[in-house]
């Protein structure tokens, strides 16, 4: 596609449910980012995938939270047992090679756990 | 450890005047790359430059400028002449290559341009 796309682009869950976030990067990108923004804190690093497999898995915080990408294409962000302090934006990113300087953002998926 | 720090929360502004956006930054990489995106309402962040860490020429691009001073490490953004349609969350960011890039941010600051 022409830009990075994320769905969807809000989602509202209970508590302990678990959710699924997709990213469908830009056509060609090898390298891709999710990050998540949390109200006034800024954007945190959570895992960079290179091609399938994903050797920085080092701002996941806690093992509720996985993720995998197949294909070398789609990527998916899951999130089990839903806490209130998930809640937050979750953007995805991609570049066309792993040492590639620019990245490119999708409008994020805006999680509220209620 | 990396390191960015935008000391300025919120900006509000009056249009037309001049606005400058604070970034500093801590790195103990010699290589790097600073960014600045603008997260506007949409939520999708657009970036708006990147400079690497041996070019310290300042830049322009119509209505914007950065100032980069490694001395200082600050990479301070001016908006001048402001419109509303500036009115958005900006993040500085620092980008660390070591085989793979992933960019460090600050928490941003949300500049506030009123007619």
């Known amino acids: 596609g022409a830009g990075v796309s994320q769905s969807p682009s809000n989602k509202v869950t209970e508590k302990g449910k678990d959710v699924e976030l997709r990213c469908d990067p830009i056509s060609g990108h090898t390298a891709l980012y999710w990050y998540r923004q949390s109200l006034g804190q800024g954007l945190e690093f959570l895992i960079y995938?290179?091609?399938?497999?994903?050797?920085?898995k080092s701002g996941l915080p806690s093992d509720r939270f996985s993720a995998e990408r197949t294909g070398g294409s789609v990527s998916t962000l899951t999130i089990q047992r839903t806490q209130q302090e998930d809640s937050a934006v979750y953007l995805c990113?991609?570049?066309?090679?792993?040492?590639?300087?620019?990245?490119?953002f999708g409008q994020g998926t805006r999680l509220t756990v209620v | 450890a990396q390191k960015v720090t935008q000391a300025q929360t919120e900006i509000s502004v009056v249009e037309k005047e001049d606005v400058t956006l604070d970034c500093v930054y801590e790195?103990?990489?010699?290589?790097?790359?600073l960014f600045w995106y603008k997260q506007p309402p949409s939520g999708e962040l657009v970036f708006l430059i990147r400079?690497?860490?041996?070019?310290?020429q300042n830049e322009i691009s119509g209505r914007y400028s950065w100032n980069f001073q490694k001395s200082t490490s600050s990479f301070n953004f001016t908006i001048t002449a402001s419109q509303v349609v500036d009115s958005a969350v900006y993040f500085c960011a620092l980008l660390k290559y070591s085989g793979y890039s992933t960019l460090t941010f600050g928490k941003g600051t949300m500049l506030l341009v009123s007619p």
């Open positions: 400079r690497n860490s041996f070019d310290e």
């Open positions: 790195t103990r990489d010699t290589t790097y790359y």
């Open positions: 995938f290179q091609g399938n497999s994903a050797p920085d």
């Open positions: 990113a991609s570049s066309l090679l792993a040492g590639n300087t620019e990245a490119f």
